[in-house]
């Protein structure tokens, strides 16, 4: 199954992306963890992104594509795959279905995570990462038991001023994505308030 999260900056697509991950044994895709894995490798794609990523503006098209282009095509995809992040444009959209005809796949269906934006804030500057296992902590909803073993960092591009822009670019670009699959009756609308474990039973009866 081909399943695209989709919502605005910080709504929880790459928390339940993980989970959906381990229960679909699907592998996530997410751009945003693509492009942070280039700039600390120190690579010419990173060096781009970061200067894109840091001001909270998408970064191009052409170069956001071909790596979702090759990534699709790797073995662990063959049962499906979860993009979380991607599409984020109408030209992204339209290039993924391309690529996909051109692989005889296609998207199966389309999750979009609500939330509001007030909400969002807080949960995008009390996010922790953990530089050990990647995983995904909240300092007030979801802290982790030994906070020194799990080395946590904070993103870049999560500060307040940087996700007022990225809300922005969120409303202006990506949401109309929403009503380019609802036309395909791909969309599924789901709240993303309340706890990680009913919003993932509430994505799971969809799947
Ligand atoms: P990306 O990494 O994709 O970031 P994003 O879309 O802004 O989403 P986030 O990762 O911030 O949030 P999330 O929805 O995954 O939430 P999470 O689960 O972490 O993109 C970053 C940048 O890369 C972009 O700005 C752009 O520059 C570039 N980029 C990426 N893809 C691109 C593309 N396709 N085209 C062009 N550019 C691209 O949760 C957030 C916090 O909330 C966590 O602390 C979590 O613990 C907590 N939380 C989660 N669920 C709950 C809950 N139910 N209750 C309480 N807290 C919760």
Do not use: W
Not at 3 to 29: D, F, H, M, R, S
Not at 42 to 66: C, F, H, R, S, W
Not at 101 to 123: C, N, P, Q, T, W
Not at 186 to 204: F, P, Q, R
Request: charged share 30%.
């Amino acid at each position: 199954m081909n399943i695209i999260l989709l919502g605005p900056p910080g709504v929880g697509k790459g928390t339940q992306a993980k989970l959906l991950q381990e229960k679909l044994n699907i592998p996530q895709i997410s751009t945003g963890d693509l492009f942070r894995a280039a700039i600390k490798n120190q690579t010419e794609l990173g060096k781009k992104a970061k200067e894109y990523m840091d001001k909270g503006n998408l970064v191009p098209d052409e170069i956001t594509n071909d790596l979702v282009k090759l990534r699709i095509q790797e073995s662990d995809c063959k049962n499906g795959f979860i993009l979380d992040g991607y599409p984020r444009t109408i030209n992204q959209a339209e290039t993924l279905e391309k690529n996909l005809e051109s692989l005889g796949k296609k998207i199966d269906l389309v999750v979009s995570l609500e939330l509001d934006d007030s909400l969002i804030v807080e949960r995008i500057t009390g996010r922790r990462t953990s530089k050990k296992t990647g995983k995904i902590y909240h300092i007030k909803y979801n802290p982790p038991i030994d906070e020194k073993e799990e080395d946590l960092e904070q993103r870049a591009d999560d500060t307040e001023e940087v996700v007022v822009n990225r809300l922005k670019v969120y409303h202006s670009q990506t949401s109309p994505l929403i009503e380019f699959y609802n036309l395909k009756n791909l969309t599924k609308t789901v709240n993303a308030e309340g706890n990680v474990e009913d919003i993932l039973n509430s994505i799971l009866k969809l799947v």
